[in-house]
């Protein structure tokens, strides 16, 4: 599986936005990019995923550069409640489901 | 929403005892999958499954064996427990596909 890069801790101001990156330099074609996030003593929670475009849900935004090399998961207005390990994870449609968790990055957000 | 249940959050056990870990999925989903997590190390594939009796070997299956006789429904099984076994141990489930995996909230495992 190709691999990810991400920083291993960022701090954010609460109701600010949160960019948080992902470098993915060797993903292939069939990769789908996917981001969990895991809140202190719960199992990881899935936030977002995408291929190609740019993606916006209820939790997040991703925003996918244009060659796929990066990603950045964009948390608009960030409350205490978003501070968690948060997983850029590459999946390949054509190999199954299994998700391989790297060590993520550690977001705090400061009241 | 998914839900993910898994049958206890905290759970002690002694050296050499035969250990069920339990985990219901109620979202019909064809694929469960067991992890563990350890400080350091991650979270780490034990074993995975895509259908009723079908399973296939994680990253780490040594010491471990699964069941899954009910779609809903996906074991794991310590045949002998050891110390280095202590874990959180951590159920999930998808839909065939990229979709999203759901997790169940864990269950902290100590072998005394």
């Known amino acids: 599986d190709a691999k990810t890069t991400q920083p291993n801790s960022m701090e954010s101001n609460e109701e600010e936005p949160v960019h948080l990156p992902c470098n993915h330099s060797t993903i292939s074609g069939t990769d789908y990019i996917h981001w969990y996030r895991q809140l202190p003593s719960q199992g990881p929670e899935y936030v977002i995923h995408?291929?190609?475009s740019n993606v916006n849900n209820r939790m997040a935004s991703l925003a996918i550069a244009e060659d796929r090399k990066s990603s950045t998961l964009i948390l608009h207005r960030a409350t205490l409640r978003d501070a968690a390990v948060y997983y850029c994870i590459l999946r390949d449609r054509g190999s199954g489901s299994r998700l391989t968790f790297g060590e993520g990055t550690q977001l705090t957000v400061n009241p | 929403d998914v839900k993910v249940t898994q049958s206890s959050r905290y759970l002690v056990k002694r050296t050499g005892e035969k250990v069920f870990l339990e985990c219901v999925q109620d979202m019909d989903h064809e694929n469960m999958f067991w992890y563990r997590q350890d400080p350091g190390l991650g979270l780490r594939l034990i074993y995975f499954?895509?259908?009723?009796?079908?399973?296939e070997k994680g990253d780490i299956p040594e010491g471990y064996s699964v069941s899954r006789e009910k779609k809903e429904r996906f074991s794991l099984i310590l045949e002998s427990a050891s110390t280095n076994q202590t874990s959180m141990y951590l159920c999930?489930?998808?839909?065939?596909?990229?979709?999203?995996?759901?997790f169940g909230s864990g269950t902290r495992l100590t072998v005394v």
């Open positions: 999930a489930s998808s839909l065939i596909g990229v979709y999203g995996y759901t």
């Open positions: 995408g291929l190609t």
């Open positions: 499954s895509y259908d009723v009796k079908m399973k």
